[in-house]
């Protein structure tokens, strides 16, 4: 299987960026997420990102791909304290015996200070 | 709207007594996956499958059971649970290739 390997938690101040890491260990990783889970509740896709890109951008959010270290970093501008959750790396092969199974690192508690 | 439904949303129930979680999405995805999520654990894989009758073990399947009859649905069963097995429990659904998309959880609670 994949090992990914995230750091538990994270704190920031209202407006600062946030930048969450996330490591992996299969080469052969095709797709990358970034998931986001509040409190009692499932979990709502933030982002993802494909092996073949090395950088992504949508509104707050950038992710980050250094394929050759095997990590991902999802980055978020103007820290909200509706941003405070839970956030998921998630790592998934495109072919093989793993084809559709995606591995998830243990979370990253993101807290935002006013 | 595109959805996938677990029920129950909650259940507390006792060691022995077999249950059934169901799953159900709207989407007409091949794909579908059972997680359990465990404080400081993340979510782990149970079982997951690529298309109608086709199911494989995922890291934790010990003790729980699946099956695939139809593309929409997808129940989690429990034959026999015992504590180890309470959990917040989420069902996920895609296309192949793409993002998962996660149903609301199941908070099974087994005393």
């Known amino acids: 299987g994949e090992d990914v390997e995230q750091s538990l938690f994270l704190s920031v101040r209202e407006g600062d960026s946030s930048v969450i890491n996330c490591t992996y260990t299969d080469s052969s990783s095709t797709y990358l997420y970034w998931y986001k889970q509040e409190p009692g509740a499932g979990l709502q896709l933030l982002t993802y990102i494909f092996s073949n890109m090395d950088m992504k951008q949508d509104q707050r959010l950038t992710v980050l791909l250094n394929k050759k270290d095997k990590h991902l970093s999802l980055r978020i501008a103007d820290t909200q304290t509706g941003d405070s959750a839970i956030y998921f790396c998630?790592?998934?092969?495109?072919?093989?015996?793993?084809?559709?199974?995606?591995?998830f690192g243990r979370g990253t508690q993101l807290t935002v200070w006013p | 709207e595109a959805q996938v439904t677990q029920n129950p949303r909650y259940l507390i129930t006792v060691t022995g007594k077999k249950l059934t979680v169901t799953c159900s999405q709207n989407m007409n995805h091949e794909y579908m996956s059972w997680y359990r999520q465990d404080p400081g654990l993340g979510l782990r894989q149970i079982y997951y499958?690529?298309?109608?009758?086709?199911?494989d073990k995922g890291d934790v399947p010990e003790g729980y059971k699946v099956s695939r009859k139809e593309k929409r649905n997808f129940p989690l069963i429990l034959e026999s649970p015992s504590p180890n097995q309470t959990s917040l429990y989420f069902c996920?659904?895609?296309?192949?290739?793409?993002?998962?998309?996660f149903g609301d959880g199941t908070r099974l609670s087994i005393l």
């Open positions: 996920a659904s895609s296309r192949i290739g793409e993002p998962q998309h």
């Open positions: 998630a790592v998934g092969q495109g072919r093989g015996s793993t084809l559709g199974r995606l591995y």
């Open positions: 499958s690529m298309n109608v009758e086709v199911t």
